[in-house]
């Protein structure tokens, strides 16, 4: 009898091999299925304010770019300081950045990248 065992094991591991194989297969497609429902409950992200936000910051950007452009047109050059010129500039920038990183942070909110 343990003669028919040991002739027979390589048989019996190779079954519990593919039952062991098998179980673990289904338990994956069960994870991946439970994934899937759960992606199917989520709500897509609120991006209009993300959207208003890619507007604004063309809009600084413009902003700057005339003020810059206006600074050249009159002959100064940026060696002296302005009235609040310099600071309206940093400011505007300062706004920029604020709306860049609200902008990081609405696009890492969402679950799906």
């Known amino acids: 009898m343990i003669k028919k065992i040991q002739d027979n094991l390589t048989n019996i591991v190779v079954v519990l091999g ?31 304010g993300i959207e208003t936000n890619a507007f604004a910051i063309t809009d600084i950007n413009t902003d700057i770019a005339v003020i810059k452009q206006k600074l050249e047109t009159h002959g100064h050059n940026n060696d002296h300081a302005h009235d609040n010129t310099d600071i309206k500039i940093l400011k505007k920038e300062i706004e920029v950045l604020k709306l860049e990183i609200q902008e990081l942070k609405e696009s890492s909110k969402n679950p799906l990248s």
């Open 18 to 48: 593919l039952i062991a194989s098998i179980g673990a297969g289904f338990t994956k497609f069960a994870n991946m299925e439970s994934s899937i429902e759960q992606l199917k409950n989520q709500t897509a992200p609120d991006t209009t």
